[in-house]
């Protein structure tokens, strides 16, 4: 029931997602940021053709059908490999994760920065130390979480039941600290 729901509301988002692209073409904040004309910035190759409500239920369901259309596509891995499937869908939601965390980890680190021009919305703990404690605890709560993505899940690890989301993760790691060094270092 509640991976029910969880999908629902990835698919709400995603769809919203590729129905603004596409109604927007990807212009609005690419163009704003790089100052290039609308001609030169990509969206989604579709012509508008996902950006358009329903006559009938005036919702985008052209763009819900290819979130969802989309989405299946990952879920026919299982059929091929379970294994592969496992690490896939633990990496998605170890990524899902970070994602969330890092403005709270940018918010924490720059808060005195004087280029940030820090807005807070209706629900803000402040800078004091109950907001401190809640951004740093969901920050290494997170970061646990993505471990424990990372483990197998079950006893004992086999190459059959091997999650293999560690590797990669690994992997992934290792590749974007190899390319700062190499950034930093032609400096």
């Given at each position: ?11 709400q988002?995603?769809?919203r ?6 109604r927007?073409?990807g ?15 990509l ?7 996902f ?12 763009a ?9 596509l990952?879920g026919?891995?299982?059929l091929a ?12 939601a170890?990524a899902?994760?970070?994602s ?5 980890f940018?918010?924490?680190?720059y808060?005195?920065h ?6 807070p ?13 809640c ?16 483990l ?5 690890v ?19 600290v190899g390319?700062h060094?190499?950034?930093t270092?032609?400096?």
């Amino acid at each position: 029931m509640t991976a029910f729901f969880v999908v629902q509301t990835a698919l709400q988002a995603t769809s919203r997602t590729v129905y603004a692209f596409s109604r927007d073409h990807g212009t609005c904040l690419r163009s704003r940021l790089m100052n290039l004309p609308v001609q030169n910035i990509l969206g989604l190759p579709d012509r508008g053709f996902f950006g358009k409500n329903s006559n009938t239920t005036g919702t985008p369901l052209r763009a819900v059908w290819l979130s969802t259309c989309m989405g299946i596509l990952p879920g026919l891995l299982d059929l091929a490999s379970p294994i592969a499937a496992n690490a896939i869908f633990s990496l998605t939601a170890m990524a899902l994760d970070t994602s969330y965390i890092i403005p709270i980890f940018l918010r924490r680190i720059y808060h005195n920065h004087p280029e940030v021009n820090f807005k807070p919305g209706p629900f803000y703990l402040g800078n004091g130390f109950l907001g401190n404690l809640c951004n740093w605890m969901c920050i290494l709560w997170t970061l646990f979480i993505c471990i424990i993505f990372s483990l197998p899940t079950v006893l004992p690890v086999t190459k059959e039941n091997m999650n293999y989301a560690s590797v990669r993760d690994l992997r992934g790691e290792i590749s974007v600290v190899g390319r700062h060094l190499c950034l930093t270092e032609s400096r």
